[in-house]
């Protein structure tokens, strides 16, 4: 992802120390997985409730 590449080329030429670097690393990983993750499960249940709607119809 262009937002991970991004805040690993800032974090490697920051003056954090590497246990630093590293932990800012995995977290931003874990946020952008998460919220990836979380848009995509909304997209599907709007995507059921539409579907839902148009059987109805």
Same mark, same amino acid.
């Not at 630093?20 to 599907?44: K, R, S, Y």
């Given at each position: /992802?262009?937002?991970?590449?991004?805040?690993?080329?800032?974090?490697?030429?920051?003056?954090?120390?590497?246990?630093?670097?590293?932990?800012?690393?995995?977290?931003?990983? =874990?946020?952008?997985? =998460?919220?990836?993750? =979380?848009?995509?499960?909304?997209?599907?249940?709007?995507?059921?409730?539409?579907? /839902?709607?148009?059987?109805?119809?």
């Amino acid at each position: /992802m262009k937002v991970v590449t991004a805040s690993r080329q800032k974090v490697s030429q920051s003056s954090l120390d590497p246990a630093a670097a590293v932990a800012t690393e995995f977290v931003c990983e =874990f946020v952008c997985e =998460f919220a990836t993750e =979380f848009v995509a499960g909304l997209v599907a249940r709007l995507e059921i409730v539409i579907d /839902m709607r148009s059987l109805l119809e």
